[in-house]
């Protein structure tokens, strides 16, 4: 299959890179700024072209645009003669309705990972795993390309995707939200913001290492699942009232996991606790 990119930004020429190196074909970029496409296409060792040009030589076209720029290149493309192509956007958010048009498949093919420059990401991507989304009857020749790349797949329904979406938001921009707020309680106690941070990583780090060798309750540690009431007082005497609907979202959530690692019976005064708060 002959792939083509729309876009080349941080994931068009990541992607681009990515695949080149691992074996599948890449025809070119094109891009709405000439520069663009010309350094994306030196970079990985292919031409630059025009957008009739590059779909009219893809059998895969991926349309790597920002969010909201995707319908406008798609009425754009779907005035051309694309009968039997494959086109897929890569965003976490749209799903394949974006690109729909009949006599072609459409595919959101998601990859699960932060990309952060346009020339040294493609290094990591091996521990990418991806999210396809789109219509039936060529999922699993996709699915088997960025297979042999070495990375895992899975599919999703259409109607899932706000749901997905929100699991990797969840998991990453409101992480981000979540350790700021930390790090912003330290510095009221007078620490420096940068001293707060690097105070804080270790503890970061290592819970995230241990839920990638053990299940969350085995990782489970803190006052909650000891079942400390005093402790958790403590804490939401001195809470910012606006953080304390977080703290108790998160906190009954601990309390289910402490129930299933040690029964419920040691967390019902604390849940009761919990729930009371507003
Ligand atoms: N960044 C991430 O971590 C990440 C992760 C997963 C998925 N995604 C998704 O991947 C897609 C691309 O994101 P990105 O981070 O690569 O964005 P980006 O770095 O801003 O790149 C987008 C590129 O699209 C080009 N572009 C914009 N409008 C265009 C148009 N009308 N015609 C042709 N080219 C156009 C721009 O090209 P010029 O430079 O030529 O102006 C720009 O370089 C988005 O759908 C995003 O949601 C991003």
């Not at 990985?44 to 969010?67: K, R």
């Not at 998991?171 to 009221?188: D, Q």
């Not at 990782?219 to 079942?227: N, Q, V």
């Amino acid at each position: 299959m002959k792939i083509g990119f729309i876009g080349a930004g941080k994931v068009g020429v990541s992607l681009g890179k990515y695949f080149k190196d691992g074996g599948l074909k890449i025809v070119g970029y094109y891009s709405r700024n000439k520069s663009s496409a010309s350094i994306a296409a030196e970079f990985i060792g292919v031409d630059s072209m025009e957008i009739e040009e590059l779909v009219n030589l893809s059998d895969v076209v991926f349309i790597t645009v920002n969010d909201d720029q995707i319908s406008k290149v798609w009425e754009f493309i779907k005035k051309l003669n694309i009968e039997g192509k494959v086109f897929l956007h890569t965003s976490g958010s749209l799903t394949s309705d974006a690109i729909y048009a009949p006599g072609v498949y459409s595919y959101s093919l998601h990859p699960m990972f932060p990309f952060s420059d346009k020339f040294t990401t493609y290094k990591s991507l091996g521990s990418a795993v991806f999210s396809l989304e789109g219509s039936r009857e060529r999922v699993d020749e996709l699915k088997a390309m960025i297979e042999s790349l070495g990375n895992k797949v899975f599919q999703i329904e259409k109607d899932k995707k706000p749901l997905y979406h929100l699991s990797n938001v969840m998991v990453s921009n409101l992480v981000l939200s979540l350790i700021e707020k930390g790090v912003s309680y330290l510095e009221g106690c007078g620490v420096d913001r940068d001293v707060a941070k690097e105070a804080l990583l270790p503890l970061i780090k290592l819970n995230i290492d241990n839920i990638s060798k053990k299940s969350f309750e085995d990782s489970l540690t803190g006052p909650i699942e000891r079942g400390d009431i005093g402790t958790v007082e403590k804490h939401l005497k001195i809470i910012p009232d606006a953080d304390i609907p977080l703290y108790k979202a998160l906190s009954l959530n601990l309390v289910e996991m402490a129930e299933r690692k040690n029964g419920k019976e040691r967390y019902y005064e604390l849940d009761e606790y919990l729930r009371r708060q507003q």
